[in-house]
């Protein structure tokens, strides 16, 4: 397995742009996870799925960022409108739960610049 | 409100020695904790898992401990490496598998 991949890697857009992140999971996994890490606030989750359901989307700033999964190998974040505060690096992770110790596999991130 | 630290930003020690970083959390009750590997530019790389019911955890060169009641986990590298250079990140996971990261400690190990 080519492990969870992310793209784009990369990601400039300007202020009110709609920015779409994409993530494939590693397949057989249940669980997808969406981070965003920045040197204030560390590494933050933002929403998890099981199964393609959302779980806990408690961790989504506001309505500007929603997230699906309309399939159990992809996943978007999505920013609609962007700000330079949204500017992160964006993780997607996934897993086999709890039953299997749930040790999370990241994927390489996408970096987020807003200006 | 939930809080996990992580006792320091960085950390720096000389090669062979030993390095402890801490892991502490308020108002959680952990199924799981982990510590994960970060290098610059890419995400985090799993290294260690231990479960409340256990004590101590050991792989290679790597130690864990997690101790329920004081609320911390200490994380051990032994006869540490340049290599070893890196941020270290404790996760705490619950039940519902809901993962919570700290914001890590940099190791710098200088040769």
Same mark, same amino acid.
Request: hydrophobic content about 35%.
């Given at each position: 397995? $080519?492990?969870?991949?992310?793209?784009?890697?990369?990601?400039?857009?300007?202020?009110?742009?709609?920015?779409?992140?994409?993530?494939?999971?590693?397949?057989?996994?249940?669980?997808?996870?969406?981070?965003?890490?920045?040197?204030?606030?560390?590494?933050?989750?933002?929403?998890?799925?099981?199964?393609?359901?959302?779980? #806990?989307?408690?961790?989504?700033?506001?309505?500007?960022?929603? $997230?699906?999964?309309?399939?159990?190998?992809?996943?978007?974040?999505?920013?609609?409108?962007?700000?330079?505060? #949204?500017?992160?690096?964006?993780?997607?992770?996934?897993? @086999?739960?709890?039953?299997?110790?749930?040790?999370?596999?990241?994927?390489?991130?996408?970096?987020?610049?807003?200006? | 409100?939930?809080?996990?630290?992580?006792?320091?930003?960085?950390?720096?020690?000389?090669?062979?020695?030993? $390095?402890?970083?801490?892991?502490?959390?308020?108002?959680?009750?952990?199924?799981?904790?982990?510590?994960?590997?970060? #290098?610059?530019?890419?995400?985090?790389?799993?290294?260690?898992?231990?479960?409340?019911?256990?004590?101590?955890?050991?792989?290679?060169?790597?130690?864990?401990?997690?101790?329920?009641?004081?609320?911390?986990? @200490?994380?051990?590298?032994?006869?540490?490496?340049?290599? #070893?250079?890196?941020?270290?990140?404790? $996760?705490?996971?619950?039940?519902?598998?809901?993962?919570?990261?700290?914001?890590?400690?940099?190791?710098?190990?200088?040769?």
């Amino acid at each position: 397995d $080519a492990g969870v991949i992310q793209s784009p890697r990369h990601e400039v857009t300007e202020m009110g742009q709609e920015v779409t992140l994409r993530c494939k999971p590693i397949s057989g996994h249940d669980y997808l996870f969406w981070y965003r890490q920045t040197m204030m606030r560390g590494l933050e989750l933002l929403i998890y799925f099981n199964n393609n359901v959302p779980i #806990d989307d408690s961790g989504m700033p506001e309505d500007r960022f929603s $997230a699906k999964m309309p399939n159990a190998s992809f996943s978007t974040l999505k920013i609609q409108p962007s700000e330079p505060r #949204d500017s992160a690096v964006y993780f997607c992770a996934s897993n @086999l739960g709890l039953a299997e110790g749930n040790e999370q596999f990241f994927g390489p991130g996408t970096r987020l610049t807003v200006l | 409100s939930q809080k996990i630290e992580q006792n320091s930003e960085a950390l720096n020690i000389q090669e062979g020695k030993t $390095a402890t970083l801490t892991c502490n959390y308020t108002n959680y009750s952990p199924a799981y904790l982990q510590w994960y590997r970060q #290098d610059p530019g890419r995400g985090p790389v799993f290294l260690l898992l231990i479960r409340e019911n256990e004590k101590e955890k050991r792989k290679e060169r790597l130690k864990v401990t997690f101790d329920t009641t004081l609320k911390q986990s @200490l994380f051990h590298i032994t006869a540490s490496q340049p290599a #070893d250079s890196a941020t270290y990140l404790c $996760a705490l996971a619950a039940m519902d598998n809901d993962m919570r990261f700290g914001a890590g400690t940099r190791l710098t190990v200088k040769p």
